[in-house]
């Protein structure tokens, strides 16, 4: 069975940095693009970045654009985000994704607070 588990989340302050990882179970995690999705209390979710299958291109959402770094290692079966100068509207629940035969598979989610 598909199962996606995030990692990473925590506190920090404005302008730090933090790496969230996701791990991928039961697929064959080379052969799809991953994503990752973040919501805050009171909004929908949002994309931030996707990253292909070998990971030659990527897409990140513009206010992330310069900040965030996605990546995978296809041969850990994991996928990456590296987070710097962090605002405190990145303040979310980040979420795994992946897409497999048109059905969509989150993670848990892990928790980012930026704040001072």
């Known amino acids: 069975q598909v199962q996606l588990v995030e990692s990473g989340g925590g506190l920090v302050q404005p302008g730090g940095s933090l790496r969230l990882s996701c791990a991928g179970f039961?697929?064959?995690?080379?052969?799809?693009?991953m994503a990752w999705f973040r919501q805050a209390p009171g909004k929908e979710r949002e994309h931030v970045a996707t990253i292909n299958y070998d990971g030659g291109r990527t897409q990140y959402t513009e206010s992330v654009k310069g900040r965030f770094t996605i990546s995978r290692d296809n041969v850990k079966n994991t996928v990456h985000l590296q987070m710097n100068s962090l605002k405190p509207e990145d303040t979310a629940v980040y979420y795994c994704n992946v897409v497999i035969l048109q059905q969509t598979y989150w993670g848990q989610g892990t928790r980012v607070t930026v704040s001072s």
């Open positions: 039961g697929f064959t995690f080379s052969m799809y693009a």
